[in-house]
C-alpha cells in the first residue's frame, strides 16, 4: 500500500503539519503522495532565530564529532535505501534506478563530507617576522539558506546541507513544493544520527513567498541556491545588496558534439543518456547535438533507434528508462517548445505526438536554425536539436554561442581534436567519449556565463569554501 506522507516543517527541533499543497504521483495521478505546509513568512523567521540560537553551540563542537552525526546520518539512510528511493519515485516520476543512484549519492556526500571533520583546516605559512607563526583558520558564516529544486531533491539538499553542517553552520532549508518527502526524509536521518535541535530547519512553501523571506532576511548569512536562471539571478542580486554571500547554481543548454571521427553507435548512446534518461529534466541534459557533416545522417538515425528504447512509463515498473515529466506546468512548457519548433518547420525524427498524461515520448528534432528557440533556450525535458557545424572549429564556436555554461561534451577518437574541446569551450564541465549528465561528487562543479555565479564550486573538498571564511591569525613569542 502507498503511504501518504503528512510533511510538517522542522524548525527548533518541533514538527509544525500543514495541509497547503497536495502532491500526485506523476505516473499515477490516483496516488495521493504527500500533503505538506504552504508556509507564510513568519516560519522562516522563526526558523532563522531557532537557527542562530543553534548555531554557536554546533560551530563549537569538534569537527570531528559534527562529521560523526554525518556518517550516523549516512548509515540512516543505507538502511532506509529502498523505501526512499520508492517515495523519490513516487513524487518526483523518475525510475527506480535513478532513484536508487540518487539516494546512494546523498549517502555517499554524507560520508564524504563527515569525513572532511577530521580535515577542515588552513595552511601555516612564514611569517617574514621573526618568532611569529602564522596560520589561517575557516569560521563558520553562521545561519545559511539553502534552497533547492524538484529534479534531485535528495542529492542536491545533501550536497549544500552536508558542507553548510560539517562548516559548523546552521541552516534553513527551503525545498522545491513538488518534491517535499525526499527531503523530508534527509532531515529525518539526521535528526535520528543525533543532530542538535535547530541546527537543520526546513522550511516549506511557495518559492516567492518562503524563499523570498529567507533571501531577504538579513540575519541569514550566505544563500545557495539552486534552480532556474530567472529565480537566481533575481536571488544573486538581491542578496548581493545587503551584502550577503550567495551561490546560485542554474540552467543550462547543454550539447553533445559529434564529430566524423566518432563511434556513431556510442554516440548516440551518450546522446540518449544524456538527453531522454531523468526525462531530460537535469540541469547538464543534453539538449542539442552538434554533428559534423560526414556522421549526421548515420547519427540522426542512430539516436531515432536509441529514442525507441526510452518510451515513458512508471518508474516503478522495472525496464522503464524513462519516466514522467514531473508536473502539468512543466509539460505545458516543454510542449509549447516542442510546438514552436514545429511551427518553425523543424522536422521529427523521433515524437511529436501528443502526450499521454504526463508521458512524453523523447523527441528527436532535426532542420532547427541556429538562431531558433528550440536550439538556445533551455528546454528542461526529453527533446534533443541535432544541429549541423561545418568542422570543429564551427562547432565550438556554436556551442560558445550561448548564454549558458554548465557542461559540453564531445565525442571523437582523437586527443587533440577532444583537448582543442576540452580548452576552448567555455563550459564548467567538459566531457569526452561521455554524456554530459553525470558527476562525481568528489569532483568541483558549477558552471559559467549565465549558468552560475561562477565563485564558489559546489561539491568536493572545494564545496566548504563556500559556507566559510578564512581568518589569518599572526602568533608571536619572545623567547
Ligand atoms: P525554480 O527556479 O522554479 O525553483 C527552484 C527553487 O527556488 C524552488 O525551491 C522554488 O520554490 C524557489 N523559488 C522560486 N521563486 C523564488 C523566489 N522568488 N525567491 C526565492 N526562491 C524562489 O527551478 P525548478 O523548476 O525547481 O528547477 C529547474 C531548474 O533548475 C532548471 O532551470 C535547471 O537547469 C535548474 N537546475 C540547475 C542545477 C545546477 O546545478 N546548475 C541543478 C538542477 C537544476
Known sequence: MSTLHRISNLIGGKDFPGDGYERRNPADPSDLVSVSPASGADAVDAAVTAAGDAQPGWASLPAPARGAILMDAAEILRGRHEEIARDLVREEGKTLAEARG??????????????????????????SQPDTLVHTRREALGVVGLITPWNFPIAIPAWKMAPALIAGNAVVLKPAELTPVSTRHLADALVQAGLPAGVLNVVHGAGPVVGEALVTDPRVAAVSFTGSTTVGMHIERTVHERRG?????MGGKNALVVLDDADVEQAAQIAAAGGFALTG???????????????????????TKQAERYRPGNGLDGGTLMGPVVSEQQLA?????????????VTF??????????????TVLTGAGRESAVARDEIFGPVVAVLVAEDLDDAIE????????????VCTQSLAHAQRFAARVRAGVIKVNRPTTGLDLNVPFGGVKDSS???FREQ????????????????????
Do not use: H
Request: aromatic share 10%.
Open 245 to 249: 554571500r550567495v551561490q546560485v547554481e
Open 349 to 362: 525524427a523521433a515524437g511529436g505526438d501528443a502526450p499521454q498524461g504526463l508521458m512524453l515520448a523523447p
Open 102 to 127: 540518487e539516494v546512494r549519492r546523498a549517502i555517499d556526500v554524507f560520508r564524504f563530507f563527515g569525513s572532511e571533520g577530521w580535515r577542515l583546516g588552513g595552511p601555516t605559512l612564514p611569517s
Open 398 to 409: 556554436l556551442v560558445n554561442d550561448s548564454r549558458y555554461g554548465l557542461a559540453a561534451a
Open 333 to 345: 512548457g516543454v510542449t509549447a517548445a516542442i510546438e514552436r519548433a514545429r511551427d518553425e518547420g
Open 460 to 479: 568536493g573538498t572545494v564545496a566548504t569554501e563556500f559556507y566559510s571564511w578564512s581568518k589569518s591569525v599572526y602568533m608571536g613569542w619572545d623567547d
Open 281 to 303: 529534466q537535469a540541469c547538464t541534459a543534453s539538449s542539442r547535438v552538434i554533428c559534423t557533416p560526414g556522421v549526421y545522417e548515420a547519427f540522426v538515425a542512430a539516436l
Open 453 to 455: 555565479s561562477n565563485t
